[in-house]
Structures are given as structure tokens and as C-alpha cells.
């Protein structure tokens, strides 16, 4: 009994002193978290805000990034604090972190598309280089952004369908509303015109829509392209506003089909010399 | 033999302190699963019902999502509380663990491919990218979707094919049924014909349509599309109801052959330059 | 010799203790084994007769999957105790359990095609993907099911030829036998002939076939589907039991060639205008 | 010097201690070797006499991959009894493991090749998916199986090229040596013919080869398969006894060619329509 | 009472023991850091000074990188100094750290192509491969580059849109702005010009394209390249500053062509030899 | 200082102890190493020898081999020889080996062709799979083997042209050095042309090549092996020696011309058929 | 106190002890570390002196080499050196490394390519795979080597580009100036000409660029390649110094156009045989 007592007493002292050492520890790790969790967050605020005046992002979007990173950080504070509790109070959490995480790494491997779309989201988020309502060329699809998500884009079709492409695919991305653009139209004469004729007739097109408030930088005749296997193709070049180079390179088209006309210059058949011979 | 009474007394009074210590611990473990458990689940029913909220998903679909989610939590909890346990009754299962774990990351290289579909799958379910009866492109099959699952898409394609698709392969799917569509006809007219004219028969024809409740926003004719090697194209484009451009187009077509052979303009076969030469 | 004999006694002393104690911990686990693997089997068993009743599955099916997962949950308990078995008599696995675990890990990178199989196998078996003398398209295979297997389809192509198929390259199959077919027609006329009336003439041929009994859903002229380089494409669209459609099909296109004879409606050659010009 | 011997004494006493302790695993593990390593080996034995009764597999092969899992199964229980034994002996074998485990890994990834390569090969042997002189397209190469190896298969191409493919390329694999060929014919007629007719004759030359010991299931005329742009084509198909099926198709192509020119049916050449517009 | 208090003492000893041997451990690291940072800071600047001797980059550049290595630098010390400080004080941070590591790890995988990106990134800067304003192709696009930057490269197409190209695709670029270009004129003429006379009047093109201050290095003509099936090909090649070839090319064309007509010689169409047959 | 003195002869004490366990270990090393060495390296020479044996390998081959894997036995050996040598000096190895191979992990991603390499060449070396001076297609690249080595394969295409092939995309290899080749003419004879004259024609020059000593298995005309758009199609085949195919197929086209011209026999030009229409 | 005096006493006694027992294993490392320094660098030393024997590897070459493996090597051994020296100090840098292990192998995965260009890297120059001024096809790039480093080779297009080549993208490279290259002209003659005579005229072109000192093994006569649809296909191949094969092949195909005019042989246009119908 004495034996006993003695055992409960000294363990008496080694639990004060137990709790006395576990107490220390733990105000140690409130201490910690309480400085370091609104640092953290006024990093983040900071990097944010640095990082939107350079690219100028708007409020919107600086609010979403925001609240991601610092809801991030609050949930890695979280877990780290509930582990290092739990290792104060020697619940041994070795081997169930091991099974977690070789279980979390299986997850991993098929996951990793996942995560892979949410760090390329925050890029395409935060560098600006998709915005809803631009033509943009992404993993296969083109139209226009309707959505940029952390995890998928919306892209609507010419043809109207919505497209959800994974961010991960968007890596890599064209896009088409980021100035002015190219009006290009090849045109084949006959090899027997006369070159010179036909870019002098080509350039007086050019010069007219040189005052179409669609173009920028007004189209020109560069000259003779290629020889193709029944035509010279001469090429004309200009720059006009964004998402009307295509009306502009129709209007151009239909002009110089009728100056053409006038001018008696043919756009080719494909021509072939047929040689008779007896079987 | 005194001695080894005094070995099992003070085994006894160790064997008390431990009995007490873990009796401690393992109150302690409950405590907390106790109140993790409800804790989290009112947080997984809140995180779908604001979910399910903004993206407006039905019931049914919330419940699937919210049973899969609380499923997955209380077996991950179940398994913790066991491994945990365990550990407190000294049944060391570190190297258990390192082998079950090793062995597991082995299968997770084989079954990465399940734990992506499944992954998608719940995207695929929570953001609705795609619906029953809605027709998708996805992973190289298009049809109308016959069931979402967490691992498989059913896809009925056109000529009848069930495809069974799996979910990491609708990462990326273009979904028909969502919006206006474009009818759009080229129709190409001969070198010889008048554009002008031309233009302002087909406007005639897109007039007529323009009533036509299929269409959303009226076919209009666009201009020249391009100088084909034997005919002038000329696009007209409009946007009707969802999955009834393919008959508008259809009726387009067929009327727009009908005024041409009125108004006597050709849709120009292949054209051929022959130059004759003797062998 | 005292000395000597001393230790001894405190070892017997010890070793009485640390017999009790293993013995302790020996019960336990096998009390734990004998408690967990009948409810396991009982889990399986429910687990597959639930599934098995949404999907229906055949009798020898059930069997089979039974008996793969109580295989593989026997074996992994098996496992299981022995290595705690071996914990409890200090034979430190440890080391032992981390080389077999990297050395199984390098051979789980050279198998994971193997693992891949066997997963996508069990859903393809659970799910009723496929079933034998069905006609599937699967990893670039198609034919008639001719066995479905853990591993392995067996599918035989219309040339006879047997393919061995890795259920991995399975997952994403098309099933053709799941519903009627179309049956579809595509018809060019020329663009001489008037549209009305071919597609008059080919709704009659439909309606002869409306009453055959190979047609679900009657076949019917759907319109001009686009214009060829030499003639206006026409396009029969019906529905068909399973399998017939070819006939069907084959049957159709020789009845519309003797009608369009009869009609003196000209199926086109290519077209092509030719203009003679002198060298 | 007196401590100096206490001490020795001392160690006297305890190293008898370790060493009966010692004395006592070591006997432990050479029984539990014993035990196990010829009922392992028995397993083995029953498990191919079981698994070749089902696929009847003949003996050499039997003998083969009996050789291979023994000569696995040897290995690996030496290994783990060398690795516990120095365990025993406290030559601390964790790091030198860990070492040579991640070593091990690195060459992994670059032999999972082989490893693949043999985990396949494995199958093929007691699946018989192919067996020497069965003609096979495995891995982009087709022609003769002269050997099936453990690593590679050998494959002898019909212009005489030896391939050696490895195993892993032969996951997915056609056997054209597994029963009945198809023999398949389709043939082209002129859009002036009389289709009836033609299968009229067609069928006859069918008739003739139905006695052809060559045709297991008599060749047929199956009606018309498409409108060609110059010719309706028909389709003839019928059953040949293996690797016979191509003699069948060039002796029935001849018979028809003759036929037809008794029939006066024409083979038609591409057909043009020209016409004529002057420059 | 007495026991305690002596508990106590002991522990007030052992406490200034373990305080005095913490400082002492706190100490070394402190002085470890201070003398490890400045170092390896010179270090880094004197590394980037002798690779941008050898490269010679722009200042900007210089500074960019070594911030980028200090900031990488500083962070890396900063982890490690905290991590031992913690081990100092027995917050034992091996499970946390495990956990943390294996849940970087899973992101490690999907955040793979990040990292990849910056590495390519900072060997495009360091090694000059790319500079704003060349002209390149890089990962499928190709354009002016607009800016270089650690994780993308933003290239401008030739039609107006602005490419952001992960730098992981840049690995492997075509860079057309480091050096001279080619300028290739293939020429036919008719097989029955004599090829002779054809070199001659092509060679006096070229000597007049000799004094042009675009050509580098004179276009001289090559010879026979080629029998096309309706024309012999001749080669003219020349040099030209860099991106000049476009236009000199084509006012090569245009002479060519000019002095062709001159010479008579033909730029052939195809031809074919046509032998009549009656049906 | 009493005490102390008796703290250093206790050392003394233990120290001996220590000391000669050391050594007995050290010694236990040293023996397992000189006995264990010899074993292995024998061991490895009589597999090489009996592997040579069945193979038929040439000497040099051996050694190359032989040296090969000893020096791999050799250097693992002293490996593991100096980690244990350092665990008995209590030189804790662990977080070191820890380090080195993950970063040897991480250098291992980056090194698996070169593993992959070297595992691939052993065999390739073993098996005689290649030898020089065979032709051989392996990588996508074709021509005659100049030296086989272990990293990499050089293969001389014929234009002269010498491709380093690394050894992982030898895997798969076409051998076109063993045995006989096919020669294989295909020849196109009009749709007018009787086909039995034709065969009888063919079948006379085959009969005259039957002698020539390149042919193993003398040509013969199989029949009828497609009927082209514009030809009957026959074929011809034959076996010759090894490499002279070329030769014998150029001889045979030659003779199967002229005596075609003999028996006027055409072979026939593309045919079109011409309808003549009005514009 | 006293009792605090001797707990001092004591840890003097065992500080001492301790501090002798550091100083033996530092002075332990420091002996390893000043032995198996130099040792190292002669074997690196040696084997690079020995492999460039056996390849005639310039001394800049070996240089490079040499300093980049003494780099390698020493960095390592001061790593090991450092660890082991903290191993000693007790500053536990287990949980470091892990942490810094895991994080390194993450960035491993990223950084896989750049060690993959190293390692391939490192074999170009060391078995002089290609060479400065060679002109070589590797990645998808052709064109003359301008630089080959350990991360990128430098390849200049005959266009101008200059193409950086990541190293991994240069394993499977062809070397074109490694040897004579091949000449060869494939030359079409008309079905109606005689083979015999065409050959004969060939051949005496040949024979004139026999003496060509371009040729190293004279240009030949092979004989009929194919039948091509409009003409019979011969072949003349030879054998050039390396670079000539293009000027020679153009001179000769030159020369062969004038032989054939002389002879009146004809190298045919295209045929076609065209049978008039009416519609």
C-alpha cells in the first residue's frame, strides 16, 4: 500500500510537472499562432494588391484571389495547430499521418488533374489572360470566354455551344481580343495578266478602304506571293479594329471581284494542258 | 519468491497508472470523435446547400452528393478512431501501416485512373456541366446523355450506340444543349453571277425565314466568305432555338435552290481550264 | 554464481510477465480476427446482392465477384495478423516490411497495367457494361463479346479474327446492342432535277417500309442535308431493331434506285464544266 | 580491477542470456522456413496444375511457368530470412535498406519496362493468347508467332523480317488463327445495270463455291452496300477455313470478272460529267 | 513533501542544464545563419555576374535573376532556421512535417508544369535563347515575342493575337531573328524549255538582285531540284538580312515572271496526256 | 576527482566491451564480405556461361557482360560493405541515406532513359537480338547496324546517314537479316485483257526465275488480288535469299514487261469515262 | 547545492567525455573526408583520360568534362560532410531533410526535363554523338550544329533559324556527316519506251559522272523500281563525299534531261485513258 502510495505520489509530481511543461507548450503554439496567422494574412493582402496595381485586375477578381489565399493559409494554420496539439498530448500521430498520407498520395495521383486546373486558374486569374467576353483559342475550343472558374472555363462556340474546358487546358492560350488584327486576302490573277496591272488595280481597292474607320493600319498590296499551279497569287495585308476583320476582308473581297470585272482581270479556273494521243 | 510478488505488486500498481492513463486517453478519443462527427457533417450539408444553391441542382442530386460526401467522412473518421485506438493499446502499427501503404500506393498507380473519374464525376454532378437529355460532345463520343454516374457517363449516340464513358474523360465537354445554336449556309454562285444580286435574293430568302419561330435571331447574309477555286462563296448565318438548327438549316437550303433556279443563278459545278496541245 | 543466478530469477520473473503479456496481446488479436472477418464476408456478400439487384446481374456473375472480394479481403487479413503476429514476438518487421514495400513499389510501376485491368474488369462485370454476344467497340476492337474476363475481353471481330483485349483499354466502350439502331440513308440528285418531287418519290419508298417490321420507328426523307461539288444530298433517317439496320439499309438503297429509275431521277456522276482555251 | 571483472561477469550472464535469446529466434525462424517454403512451393504447383487443367496447357509450358513462380518464391523467402536474420544479429539493416530501396526505385522507373514486359508475358503463356504458328498482329507487327518468350515475342513477318516485340506490346492483341475467316468481295457495277440481275449472277458464282471445301459457310450475296461516286457496289461475304480465306477471295474475284463478262456486267472505271463552256 | 521538493531541486538543475544546453544550441544556429546568409548571397551575385559576362545580358535581366535567387535563397534558410529552432525546443515536428510533405507531394504532382515552367523560364533568361521583339516559334505558335517571363512567354501572332505560352512548351525553340535568312525561289518551266537557256535568264535575275541591299549573300541559281509530273523545278537561292527574305522573295517572283514572259519561257500548268477510247 | 577517475574506469571498462563487439561485428563483416564475393562473381560467370551457351554469344560478347555485371556485384557490395562499417561506428547513417536518395529519387526521374537505356541493351546484347551488319528497322529508323552498345545502338541508313538510336526504342525491333525475304511483284493488267492469258504469261517468266539462285521459293503467280479503279490487279510472289529481293523484284518487273509486250498485254493507264453535257 | 555542485561535477565529468568522444568522430570524418577527396578526383581523372583514349575527344572536351564531374563530386562530398558534421553536433536534421527531401522531390518532378537534358547532355559530349559544323537531324530540327552544351545544342536551319534543342529532344539523332552520302535520281520513261535502251542511255551518263570527283562510288543503273501509273520508274544510285549529294544529284538529273532529248526518250506527263459516253 505504502508502495503504492508512493508510486501515485511521486506520480503526483510528475503530473504537475507534466502539465506544468504540456501548459508551457501549448501558450507556446497559441502565442505562435496568434503572431503569425493576421501576418500571414496581411502578406497575402499585401502580395495581392501588389500584384493587382501592376496588372491592374479588378476589385472583383482581387476579392476572389484574396479569399482563396487566405482561406488556404487558414486551414494549413488550422491543421498545423491540431497536430502539434495532438503531438503535445502524445497521441501519437505518426502512423496515422504515414496512413493518411500514403492514402492522400493515392488520391494524389488521381487528383492531380485537379489541382493542376486550380494552380493554372489562379494564374489565368490573376495575370489577366483570359476575361469573360474575349475570343480567345484554348485546348482545342475557340469563342468567346463566358466564365473564368478556378477549375473550368466556360467558352461559348460561334456555333453556340458552351464549351467547359479544364483550366489545365487552357495553358497555352490564344487569345484574340488583345489588339488590332490582321485583314489578309489572297487573290489568284491568270498567268497571262499583266502583274503590274493587277497590283496597281489591288492597290486602288486598298487606298478606298484606307478611310474605313474598320481598319487601322490601312491594307496594302505586298506583292506576288506565291506561283500557284494556275495563278500568281498576289497578297493583300492591312490591320483593322478588333473582331471586324473579318467584315472588313468580306467588304474587300466583294470590291475587288467587281473591280476585277471592270478592269477585265480573271481569277482563274484551275487550268490543265490535255495532250491528245491515239490508244 | 518474494521478490517476484514485489515484481507483479508493482506491476500492479503500474498496470493501475497505465489502465488509468489509457482509460484517459481513449475518453478522450471518443470525446473528440464525438464531437467531430456532427460537427462535420452540418458542415458538408451546408458547404452542398450553398453549393446547390448558387448552381441551382435538384434534390435528388443534392442528396447523392451530400450521401457520397458524409459516407467518405465517416469511414476516414472510423478509420482514424480505430488506428488510433489501436496505437494506444500498444499494437504497434507502424510497419502494418508502411506495408499496407506501400502495397496501397502500388494499386493507387493502377487505380489512379478510378479515383479521376470519380473526382470528375463529382464536378461533373455539383457545377451541372452536363444534364440528362442534354447533347454533349465528350471524350470523343457525341450523343445525348442518359445518366450521370460518379465513374461513367452513359452516352447514346445518334445511331443508337450506348457509350459508356468514363468521368476523366468528360474533363473537357462541349455541351449542345445550352443556348441559342447557329444556322449557318455557304452557299457558293458562280464567277459569272452578279454578287450584288445574288446577296439580295438569298436576303430575300432570309427574309422569309426571319418569321419563322425556329429562328431566335434572323438569318442574314453575311457577304463574300471566299474565292473558291471554282465559285464565289457567300455565307448567311442565324441563330435558332436549340437543337432545331439542323432542320432550319435543311429548309434554308432547299429554299434558297428553288429562288435560285427562279432568279437563274447557277451553284457552279468544279471548274477546268483545258489548253489543248498535240503530243 | 549468486549474481549469475539472480539474473536468472529476475528473467524467469520477467519473462513470466512478458509471456502473460504477449499471451494477452495474442488473444486479443485473435479475438479481433475471429470478431472482424465474418462481418466483412457479411458486408461483401450484402454489399454485391444490393448492387446486384439495381442492376441485375446473372447468377454466376454475382458468384464470381463474391468470391474475388472475399479472396481479396481474406488474404489481406491474413496479412494483417500475421505481421501484427510477428510484432508481437519482437521479429522487427520493420526494415524488412520497407525493402519488400520499395521492391514491390518498383514492381507496382511494371504492374500497374496489370492492377489497372483488374479494376477497370470488376466494373465492367458489376456494371453490365458489356455482356457476351453483345456488339461492342473497345479499344480500337470491334466485334461480337466473346468472353468477359478479370483481365482480359475477348472480343471477335467480322473477319474472325479473336482480339485479346486489356480491360484497361476497354474502359470507354461503345455498346452496340443497347437499343434500336438508325438506320440512314444519304441520296444525291442532281441539281437538275427538282427537290419536291425526289423527295416525294423517296417518302413513298419510306412508307413501303414503314410496315417492315425490321423498323422501330418508320423511315422518313428529312431534307436537303448540303450541296455537293455535283449534286443535292438527300437523307432517309429511320430507326431499326437492333442488328438490322444493314439490311435495312441495304434493302432501301436498291429499292430507291429502282424507283428513281422508274422516276427517271438521275443519281450524278461528278460534275465538271470544262473551257477549252488554245495553248 | 574487481568492477572491471563484475562488469565481465555481468556480461558473462547477460551475453548467455542474449545468446540462448538469440539461439531461440533463430531456431524460430529456420522452422518457420521450413514450414512454409514446400507449402508455398505446393501451392504453386497445385495453382498451374489447376489453372493449366481449365486452358489446357501443355506440358513444356506447365513446366515453365511452374520453374518461374518457384524460382520467385525461392529467392524472396531467402531474402527475407537473410534480412531477419541479420535483424537478430542487431547489424542494423534499416538504413543500408532504405538506401538500397530508393536506389532500387530510381532503376524502377527505368526498368518498369521489363518488369511490364514480364507481368504480360506471364499472362500470355497461361492464357495462351498465342501460340508459335498462329498468325498474330500484336504491337503494330503481324505475321507468325515463332516464339513466345517471357520478355519478347518473336513475330516473322510475311516478307521475312524476324520482329522482336516486346511483351508489353502484346497487351491487346489479334489472333486471326482462332477459328473461321471471313471471305469478303465487294464489286462495283455500273448505275445502268440492273442490280437484280447482277445478284442474280453473283449469287450463281456463290453457288458454285458453296461446294468448296475451302467455304465453311457458303458464300452469299448480301445486296448493295453504297451508291459509289461511279458505281453501286455490292457485297458478297461467306465463312473459309483458317489463313484460306485470301486463295477464296482471288479465285472468287476471277470467277466473277468471268462471269460478268458472259453477262456482259460491266466493272465501271470512274465516270465523269463533262461539260463544256466556252473561255 | 520532502520527496517533491526534491523532485523540484532536481528539476530546477536539470532545467538550467537543458536551458544553458538549448542556448548554447540556439546560439550555434544563430551564428551559423549569420555567417551562411551573406556568403551564399555573394555567391549567388558573383555567379549571375560571370554567367552575364559570359552571355552578356541586360542589366534589367541581371537584376531580375538575382533577386529571384536571393528571394529563393533567403526563403530557404528562413524554413530551415525555424524548422531547428522548433526541433530545439522538442516541438516535435516529424509527424507535422511528414504530413505536410506528403500533402505537398499530392500538389507536387499537379503542380508539376509550375515548376517546370519556371525552371525552362529561368534558363530562357539566363541563356538569352529568347529576347522581347524577335521573331520565333515556340510550342506551336510563332510570332514576335512581347515579353519573357518566368512562368509565361507572351508571343504576338503575325494575325494580331497574343499567345501566352507556358514555358515549358518553349523548351525547343525556333528563333528566326539570330542571323541571316534564306531566301528559296522554286521555279518550274516546261519540259520543253531548254533547261540551259532558263539558268541563264534566271542567273541575270539574280545578279540583278545581287547589288539589292537585302541580299547578304548574292541569290544564285542552283540547278535541276526536281522532275515535277509536269515541269522541271529550278532553285534560286540567296541570303538576306534578317526578315527581308519575305519581300525579296517576292520581288524575285515578280522580276522572274517578267523576264520569263521576256524569254518567252512558260511557267507551265499541269498536264496530262489524254488518250481517247470509245466505250 | 575520485569520482571522476571512477567514471573513466568504468569507461575503460565499457569501452573494451565496445570495442571488442566492434570488432567481433567488423570481423562477422569482413567474413560475409570474403565469402559472399567470391560466390557471386562465380555465380555470374556460370549464369553468362549457360545463358552463352543456349544463345551461342561470341566471346567478346561474354566478357563485355561478364565484366559488366561484376562490376555492377562489385561496386553494390562495397557499398553496402562501407554503410554497415559506418552503422557499427555509430555514424548515424540514416538521415543522411535519407537525403541522398531522395535526391537520388529526384535524379532518378530525370535518369530513367538512361536506366531504361542500359536494361534494354544488356538484353539486346544477351539475346542477340541485333547484330552488326544486319539491317534492321528499330525507332523509326532503318538501315545497317554499325555497333551495339550499351547505351546506345548505331544504325547507318542507307542515304549514309548514321542515326544514334538509344537503346529504349530498340525495343521492338524488325530484323530483316533472318532467313529468306519475300519478293513480291503486284502487277495491273486491263479490264479487257483475258485474265487467264495474263496469269499464263505471268506464270512463264516466274518459271524462268524459278532457276535463278536468288530465289529460295521459286515466284509464282498467286491470281486475282484486287480490282483497282482502273486494272485487274495479279500478284506474284516468291522467297529469295536474304538482301537480294531488291535485285529480284527490279529483274522481274523488267522480264514481266517485255514479254508483256511480246503478248501484248497491257499494263493499263488511270481510265475515265467522259458524258459529254451541254452548259 | 551540493547536490547541484555534484550534478555539475557529473556533467563536467560526462561533458568531457562527451566532448572527447565528438572530437574522435569529427577527427574521424575529417581523415575520411581528406582520403577520399583526392582518391575521387583521380578515378573521375582517369576514367575521363581513359574513355577519351577510346574516343578521341578533343582537350577542351575532356576539360568540360573533368570540371564538371570534379563539381559534381565535391559538392556532394561537402553535402555529406555537412550532414554528418551536424549528425555529430546532435542539431537532429532528420525532420529537416524529410521536410526538404519532400519539397526537393516535388521540384523534382518539375525539374525532370533539365535533369534529362544533363544526363543526355553529358553523353553528347562524351561519345562525340555530333560535333560542331555537322549537319544533323535531332528533335524534329535539322540543320548544322552550331553548339552543343550540357542543357541545349544550338542547330541552324538552312533557313537561318537558329533551333535551341533541348538535350533530351537529341537522343535519337542522325549524324549526316558521318561518311559518303547517297546520290539518287529516280527517273520516270514512258510504258511505250524501251527499258533496255533507257537503261543504256543511263547508264553512259553515269559513267561520264564517274570520273566526277564528287562521286566515291560511281553513280549505277539499279534497274526498275516500280510500275508508276503513267510511267516506269528507273533508278540510278551512287555514292558521294559528304555535302555533294545535292549538287551531284542536281547535275546529274540535268544531264539526264539532255541525254534523254537526244535519244528521244520522254519522260512522261501523267496519263489517263478517257472513254467518251453520251449522257
Known amino acids: ?57 479588378s476589385e472583383g477578381r482581387i476579392k476572389t484571389l484574396d479569399k482563396l489565399l487566405v482561406n488556404v493559409y487558414t486551414y494549413t494554420l488550422t491543421f498545423i495547430f491540431i497536430v502539434m496539439l495532438f503531438g503535445v498530448f502524445d497521441l501519437d500521430l505518426g502512423p496515422l499521418l504515414a496512413a493518411a498520407g500514403v492514402v492522400g498520395l493515392a488520391i494524389g495521383f488521381g487528383a492531380q488533374g485537379l489541382v493542376s486546373d486550380i494552380v493554372t486558374g489562379f494564374f489565368l486569374l490573376l495575370e489577366r489572360q483570359i476575361e469573360v467576353d474575349e475570343y480567345v483559342t484554348a485546348g482545342g475550343f475557340n469563342g ?36 488590332t488584327m490582321r485583314a489578309l486576302v489572297d487573290i489568284g490573277i491568270s498567268y497571262d495578266d499583266n502583274i503590274d496591272q493587277a497590283m496597281q488595280v489591288l492597290q486602288k481597292v486598298c487606298d478606298e478602304f484606307k478611310d474605313d474607320e474598320r481598319f487601322v493600319d490601312g491594307p496594302d498590296v505586298l506583292g506576288v506571293q506565291s506561283f500557284g499551279s494556275s495563278e500568281v497569287v498576289l497578297r493583300i495585308l492591312g490591320r483593322t479594329e478588333n473582331m471586324l476583320q473579318w467584315s472588313a476582308e468580306r467588304d474587300m473581297r466583294k470590291r475587288i471581284k467587281e473591280v476585277f470585272d471592270e478592269a477585265g482581270i480573271e481569277i482563274p479556273f484551275p487550268h490543265q494542258v490535255n495532250i491528245s494521243k491515239d490508244a
Chains 1, 2, 3, 4, 5, 6, 7 share one sequence.
Open 144 to 179: 468567346i470566354v463566358e466564365e473564368v472558374g478556378l477549375r473550368t472555363t466556360k467558352i461559348r462556340s460561334f456555333d453556340g455551344t458552351l464549351n467547359f474546358v479544364p483550366n489545365r487546358d487552357v495553358a497555352g492560350v490564344s487569345n484574340h481580343s488583345r489588339g
Open 1 to 57: 500500500m505504502n508502495l503504492f502510495e508512493e508510486g501515485l505520489e511521486f506520480n503526483f509530481a510528475e503530473l504537475l510537472e507534466i502539465i506544468i511543461g504540456k501548459g508551457l507548450k501549448i501558450a507556446l503554439l497559441v502565442i505562435a499562432l496568434l503572431i503569425i496567422t493576421p501576418i500571414g494574412k496581411k502578406i497575402i493582402s499585401k502580395a495581392i494588391a501588389k500584384a493587382s496595381n501592376k496588372e491592374k485586375i
